[in-house]
Structure formats: C-alpha cells, structure tokens
C-alpha cells in the first residue's frame, strides 16, 4: 500500500515589532525562511534542514541554523472540521535560537503559532494553499490555514480551518473566512480575516486585518510558486506581527 502524505508542520514567528519574522514548513512541502529588518532574506530548502519532534518541542537544525519551537502557557487544542480525517492542533508558541547569515549570527527569541497536522496535505491535489498567522502578545493570537482543491474555479471549495487564541483560553471557529487584496501586479498586498466562533454565543465575528510589512520571499518548490511576507497585523484594538504564506500553481 503506498504510504500517504507527510506529517504537515507549520510554525511562524517573529518580534512584535518587526525586526525579525521567519516561517518554516515540513511535509511534502519543506523550507524555512528568515527576513530581517535590513531586507535580508535567508531561505533554506528541503535538503538543508533537519526537523525533529520530542514530546511537545519541535527543533530546526541547519549549518548555521539552531531552533527550538516550544508550546506557551497553555496545552494544544485540536481544530475541529478540518476536513482531512487527521489529529491536528493549532498553538501560540515560542521560537528561540540562532541563525546565521552572511557570517553574521543573529539571536532569535520571540513568538509565534504552530500547526501540526499527522495526515499531512497532498499537495498535488491543490491548486492552492493560503496560510495567515499573528500573534499580539499577552496570549492571544490566531491561525487560518485556507486549502484551495486543484481544478477550482473559485473560493466557493476552499477548506478552511482557524483557532484565535485569547487570555481566556483557545477558542474554536466554526466557520473562518479569509480576503486577499493585491497590487495591480498581482501581488499580496493587504488580508482580512473573519472569524465565526462555534460557541455561537456571539454573534458577530471575531475580526483581524493586515498588510504586508516588508519585503517578500518568493521560491519555486514541488511545482509550486510560494510568497512568504511579514504582516503588521490589527484585532479588537491590539496590534501585532504576522506572517502571510501563500503557495499556488502558476
């Protein structure tokens, strides 16, 4: 019987006030990559980098790379309806270690969220996926992760799944909606997220906006174009950092 797709990992980080923002992605689809406040951008791709899961600590080794991805304060919350069949869980998280670049060795240690996903994603059976992460400090963040299915004419097939997190505790999402404005060129200018929570108690959505905050990366991987971009990112009055990644068919 042929084995499945990866085990699907994602984690985003970065410092709240933008010096430093990175993004890394194991499964089918695996590379990291690191901007700096200089418009340095540092990428590594699938044959570069190590990944190793002990327990609830992920880390990320490299020549000149080091990183521990840790859980916050609070345990995994697994995501309802992913529509995959798999275990998951989305989490706040802390990012810690070093990387270098151009002979320069830079200190990370900031917040993010990660996602893990054991069924994995086959990859060849999207024609795009589209992933928002932010984090504001004080326990709150959020994640919405947007699978488009190849031949799709529009979002109306899209399969999303998020979590917010907030001082009280995780908070599931029953149905997550997510916009993207471009510049004349086609490029990823501005998200907005709108977020129905499932404890129906509310009956507004929770909502969170960013634009791109800085340079992007782009790459070509296992037929696919990705765009990795730093967001400033605004929710309920608070302000934070993001990133946004998106992977699609040319």
Known sequence: MAAGPAPFR??????????LWGSAIDGELRFLV?????GQNHWLGRDSIEWA?????????AAGL???????????????GDGGGGARFDQLCHVSGRITIDGVEHEIDCQGTRTSRDQGLDLHGLDSLRDVRAWFGAGEGLTLLS??????ADHSRDVATAAVFAPEGWL???????STSYTSDGTPA???????????EEHYPRRAGGEVAGPAFDLQADGLEVRVAPLRCHSHGRQGAGVYLLARRG
């Open 10 to 19: 994602l984690v985003s980080f970065g410092d709240l006030d933008g010096d």
């Open 34 to 38: 690191v901007g700096m406040p200089a």
């Open 53 to 61: 899961v002990a327990g609830e600590r992920w880390t990320l080794a």
């Open 66 to 80: 080091e990183l521990a991805i840790d859980p916050g304060d609070r345990p995994a919350e697994p995501t309802a």
């Open 147 to 152: 699978l488009r299915p190849r031949g799709a």
């Open 172 to 178: 599931a999402v029953a149905e997550p909606r997510l």
């Open 190 to 200: 501005r998200v907005g997220l709108e977020l129905w929570l499932e404890d129906g």
